[in-house]
T-cell receptor, first 117, second 113 residues
Framework: GAVVSQHPSRVICKSGTSVKIECRSL??????MFWYRQFPKQSLMLMAT?????????EQGVEKDKFLINHASLTLSTLTVTSAHPEDSSFYIC?????????????FGPGTRLLVL | AQSVSQHNHHVILSEAASLELGCNYS??????LFWYVQYPGQHLQLLLK??????LVKGIKGFEAEFIKSKFSFNLRKPSVQWSDTAEYFC???????????FGTGTRLQVTL
């Protein structure tokens, strides 16, 4: 099956620092990747959609200068939380889909728990 | 915009009981429907999906779901739950030409021994 990995799985940082999270599709080419945020006991909220080689499309209310997304290859997308603050603490999840095979199915990574002190 | 409703927020069942989790969506056109499961401490996994054809879809681990177009519903069922089914269950929909998944709020299932 389609496997998506994320790194790191957990990160603790000081307020004001930047944190980069990687999302990789391990056994397929991900033409589109998605970044979600999940608060405790809540559903996933889509932050942005990224297509390989083009700029990410952000959802309303998501600051693109704060959450930088890069999708430079068909197997890697990165999310950088710039100048992180405690309110950015959350569970960040990426997903990927392979347009050729199953255009509507997304496969999810294990998530990255970010704690900003 | 499309929306997805899961009316059961927290369900507690004994092992061997039957399960039905409700999912309703609001969109009048073509839909693709999904159920994902998130076991404690693990990532989202695809349980089953409906794109077209037979409205009764069978997924992994004995789960099934029925798409009833007239009711805008895609309820998840399992005849006999196990303790290991304890997890959070999310219904999701992709509509028309949209590329985005819209998730329901999730249902926490707790299965007791």
């Amino acid at each position: 099956g389609a496997v998506v990995s994320q790194h790191p799985s957990r990160v603790i940082c000081k307020s004001g620092t930047s944190v980069k999270i990687e999302c990789r599709s391990l056994d397929f080419q991900a033409t589109t990747m998605f970044w979600y945020r999940q608060f405790p006991k809540q559903s996933l909220m889509l932050m942005a959609t990224s297509n390989e080689g083009s700029k990410a499309t952000y959802e309303q209310g998501v600051e693109k200068d704060k959450f930088l997304i890069n999708h430079a290859s068909l197997t890697l997308s990165t999310l950088t939380v710039t100048s992180a603050h405690p309110e950015d603490s959350s569970f960040y999840i990426c997903s990927a889909r392979e347009a050729q095979r199953e255009p509507k199915t997304q496969y999810f990574g294990p998530g990255t728990r970010l704690l900003v002190l | 915009a499309q929306s997805v409703s899961q009316h059961n927020h927290h369900v507690i069942l004994s092992e061997a009981a039957s399960l039905e989790l409700g999912c309703n969506y609001s969109y009048g056109g073509t839909v693709n429907l999904f159920w994902y499961v998130q076991y404690p401490g693990q990532h989202l996994q695809l349980l089953l999906k409906y794109f077209s054809g037979d409205p009764l879809v069978k997924g992994i681990k004995g789960f099934e779901a029925e798409f009833i177009k007239s009711k805008f519903s895609f309820n998840l069922r399992k005849p006999s739950v196990q303790w290991s089914d304890t997890a959070e269950y999310f219904c999701a929909v992709v509509t028309g030409t949209a590329s985005k998944l819209t998730f329901g709020t999730g249902t926490r299932l707790q299965v007791t021994l």
